[in-house]
């Protein structure tokens, strides 16, 4: 799928995973009054940027792009990485020519991993995961870059010529601001390793739609095969890119998804008293 369309799923499952844990934490914690405001942004911060991790193994993509040659290099590194690893796990019947694009980086099981390490190095000290913050928030922002309305856009960036440098400017703020004012906590490296490995899971699933599909069950093997392409039944993946009507309407759903849940959880703290009150009086 397109970039942006993955930018909008992974909202919508970050979205997912905030309305999940704010729902679980009233039902199971006594006296909880919503996540913070820490863990809050900066978990939708890692779904929807996670969301375009796996395609580092692509030379082509946004994220091998993202922030000049800090981006090329770590993309060269996952895709050297993902030949030896499918060298190195192929089964007999696979090809012998390694999958770099659609390899390792696509696996929801690559996917766990980075998000139980992300989970560790929050656990060890919040500001480990300063880098990754960064790298996710300058993603969000040029994965709605074509998914939010014109003006809300112009708005954003005063000069369009330096469009790039207000990314990565209102990414390092947030990421400073998060980390500065101490809102995120290592108690929240369970939840923020959670979206991680979510995001990416979701660019994993679209992509399992489209008529590439990608080796979702790696490391398990089947007919001597670790690396197949799996995903949808073969007759109801769709193509991707711009005149795609599906991906449009994937998107378009998505997005209204991301923001009613968003916007669901950030009311609902504040309106949870009341609403007990009114069901116990009712
Ligand atoms: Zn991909």
């Known amino acids: 799928m397109l970039g942006r369309s993955h930018i909008t799923t992974g909202c919508a499952t970050g979205g997912v995973v905030l309305a999940g844990t704010t729902g679980l934490g009233y039902w199971l914690v006594p006296g909880f009054t919503g996540l913070g405001a820490g863990p809050w942004i900066s978990g939708l911060i890692l779904a929807a940027g996670a969301s375009l991790l796996p395609d580092l193994d692509t030379t082509e993509s946004t994220a091998y792009h993202a922030v000049g040659p800090a981006t090329a290099r770590l993309g060269n590194g996952c895709q050297r990485l993902s030949r030896r690893v499918y060298v190195a796990t192929a089964g007999p019947a696979d090809s012998p020519r390694p999958r ?3 390899g390792l980086l696509h ?5 766990g991993l980075v998000g139980v390490l992300c989970a560790l190095a929050v656990l060890v000290t919040p500001w480990t995961v300063a880098p990754l913050l960064f790298l996710c928030g300058v993603l969000t922002l040029k994965g709605l870059h074509r998914s939010l309305p014109s003006e809300w856009i112009r708005a954003m960036y005063p000069l369009r010529s330096l469009r790039e440098v207000f990314q990565w400017f209102y990414a390092a703020g947030v990421t400073a601001a998060l980390l500065g004012f101490g809102s995120i906590d290592r108690a ?5 390793g959670l979206c991680l490995a979510v995001g990416m899971v979701t660019h994993d699933l679209g992509d399992a739609c489209t008529n590439s599909a990608v080796p979702m069950t790696w490391p398990k093997q089947r007919d001597g095969k670790r690396w197949t392409c799996s995903g949808l039944p073969p007759a109801l993946r769709f193509s991707t890119g711009e005149d795609s009507l599906v991906e449009a309407g994937v998107r ?3 997005l ?8 669901g959880t ?3 703290p504040p309106a949870w008293p009341l609403l007990v009150d009114w069901l116990g009086t009712s």
């Open 100 to 102: 770099v694009h659609r």
């Open 107 to 111: 696996t929801p099981t690559f996917a």
């Open 188 to 192: 929240d490296g369970i939840y923020l």
């Open 252 to 254: 378009r759903v998505s």
């Open 256 to 263: 209204t998804v991301a923001v009613l849940l968003i916007a």
């Open 266 to 268: 950030a009311v609902l």
